[in-house]
């Protein structure tokens, strides 16, 4: 019991609504005791809207972020405060703050959440009508409200530095697990390939965005701190999962094609998969370790499952004898080599977690890191550069702005009780894409008349304020605990609470709540025609983008990838931030397709092809982190001619495939010599290179490796080859048909 207790309460979103109930109701309570109730609960507002810009990452934005919203809470409800008594201009800056404050989310996730700060302001400023010295003593309230909020959250950040990054990093081994587990599961005979590669590009969507997280919070923190002995574990962990999955995506083969080769030796398989099982199963375990703040026991279990699928190999080596198995003998070394680097760095992550690791040398290779963080430019030529309607952050201001500037109109001319619930329904539900906002209006509108019910169901049993004090700090508590993680739970505990705060302070909590559930269905369907008619962002519009960036990125990774190959030596910078950006631009395309399945079906152009295209470029990077792979860990030989023309045709392929996608399809094409050299090639690499080999090589072992790298390199770069086609033929046929 205590140890589900303390999973459910020893996470990133129950510290981060802690701070904010904690916030809110300090000042309530205290200066309710001196009849200052309205002071409290002013003061409570300013925290409670600040809460939102506490983004995690380097304490220095996390500063620079929250001090920032906190001045512009109190500027902007000053500001339009003033203006209501000037009808004639409250209009016009109305909608260019609204518009500004919109655009603003253009400098990346913490400006988008100083940006929500700002707009929930603007709504909540026509919550009142403060004139003079009462709105003066009003927004310092809510300054004040905002700086105590700044002192909680950095007294919660340096009583537990680094418990943030630990929760990320949990995080991180446990959606790596699961990607593992369903790798593992691809080797079952009845596997649903096609919904585990979907299931795995999801896993890849989530992925990507923890991995900026950590990266945020972990490098940036490293370079404007003494970067202590804990960062320098919690980045090993890190850069070795990063190397874990490169090293899962490496398996491009055709299970199919290999459960028919051993259909009469089923346990060699199934000793791989169990491995595979074996390898997620510690990473899950690492991650429930580092959430629970419990000991780890070093799993010896891996290095038994190694041996056993060693043994298991030579025995079916013997069995069928070595002429006979010499190719598929060379397909199962090379699927053991792939476990032995998984399992190495597994254990690297077990002696960093552990503590049984000096960290100083891993903290002198990684010099660099910097690179790999994404910049933050805070320029104002970002901001002119998306004023056009080609931008989708413009279009979803202009959007935005205008539907709250008809929310606030017609509510003036409607006898709605209170407007302001109308607009901050608006900015909480409303989302650049469609999908999006009908996802979240449909969970705000029935947490909101599912905690209605249940609060108006408490409030006909209890009539003591103390009791529903303690409940709505409660509800308060679980709200926004749960309004990241599950929108619809998290709407209804705020509901709850809110009811029961009323339910406290006014004789007609009744009729108070139907308004809101009014109110609420009101904005919830303004945002949603908003969304549908006011210049819709459909995903198709922006697909294009992500599956260019996707095809480019796997392009420069596979150019790297030659150059490794050509030149050998240590793993270079470039290498790894290619690498890097193959991953994010292909979870990116993943993310843009799966909210394009949330659009109406009229809008869904084309989803076989499109969803042909990210499994392509899915399996694309695969293949090129099997090649990248092997390369990094096996000594090789000098690369041929053969492979270079081979290579230069896979990236020519993508770069044809993206001049397709840019509507410049002529630019560049193969000529009749490319292709001859391309056939040639491939006779050289499939009839010739073994032979070549065997010339100069003394020993048999030699020989035997040299044919192992042979085996895999001409396998995957005819993988390659194929595959750059199909990317090619489908762009152009997505072109054709637009």
Known sequence: MFQLFKKTTDNTNFANAAKATISCVLPVIVLSQFDHFTEGFALAIGALLTFPSDVAGSLNHKVKGILTAVFLIATTTLLLGYMQNYPALLYPVLLILLFFFSMISVYGYRASMVSFVCLITVTLAFSHNYTGKALIEHCGYLLLGGLFYFFVSMLFYFLRPHRYVELQISDCLKLTSKYLKLRGDLWNLDADRIKITEN???????????????????????????????NRKMLLVFTNLMEILEIALSFSFNHHELQQKFEDHPKMLKTYQELAYNIASTLEKLSQSLETNISYSHNNSLLRDLENLEKTIENYQEEVGKTV??????????????????????????????????????????????????????????????????????????????????????????????????????????RPGYGLTKQRSFQRIFGTILGGFIAFAVLYFVHNNYILGGLSVIAMLLGYAYSVKDYKIGATFVTIYVVFIYGML??????????????????????????????????????????????????????????????KGEV????????????????????????MKQEPKSKQKQMTKVYKLVVHNHTLLSSAASLGTYVQSHKTTEASAAFNVVANTVIRNLDLAIATLNGKRNAISLTHDEKERLDLSFSELKNIRAKELKNNTIDDANFQLKMEEAQLVIDQLIWLINLSESILKATTRLNQEE
Do not use: C
Request: proline content about 2%; cysteine-free; aromatic content about 12%.
């Open 200 to 230: 795995q590009l999801e896993i890849q969507v989530e992925l990507n965005a923890i991995h900026e997280n950590i990266r945020e919070s972990l490098i940036r923190s490293a370079l404007h701190s003494s970067n202590s002995d804990k």
């Open 325 to 430: 198995a010499s190719q598929n003998v060379l397909m199962l070394k090379n699927m053991k080599h792939y476990a032995e680097k998984q399992v190495e760095k597994v254990k690297i992550i077990e002696r960093a977690l552990t503590g049984s690791m000096n960290t100083e040398e891993f903290n002198k290779k990684h010099k660099e890191i910097e690179k790999f963080l994404t910049p933050q430019n805070y320029r104002f030529g970002t901001l002119m550069e998306n004023m056009s309607f080609s931008s989708t952050v413009f279009r979803h201001s202009l959007r935005l702005s205008l539907t709250i500037l008809a929310g606030f109109i017609i509510g003036k001319l409607l006898p709605f009780q209170n407007v302001y619930w109308i607009l901050l329904t608006i900015v909480v539900i409303m």
């Open 506 to 567: 006014t004789p007609n909590v009744t009729e108070v709540i139907q308004y809101r559930i009014l109110d609420t269905l009101f904005g919830a369907g303004l945002a949603f025609l908003g969304n549908y008619f006011l210049w819709p962002s459909w995903e198709i519009l922006n697909l294009n983008n992500y599956l260019i960036k996707s095809i480019e990125a796997n392009r420069n990774y596979l150019k790297e990838i030659a150059v490794f190959y050509n030149q």
């Open 572 to 595: 270079t910078t470039p290498y790894k931030l290619s690498r890097k950006h193959a991953f994010i631009e292909l979870g990116n395309l993943m993310a843009s397709f799966q909210r």
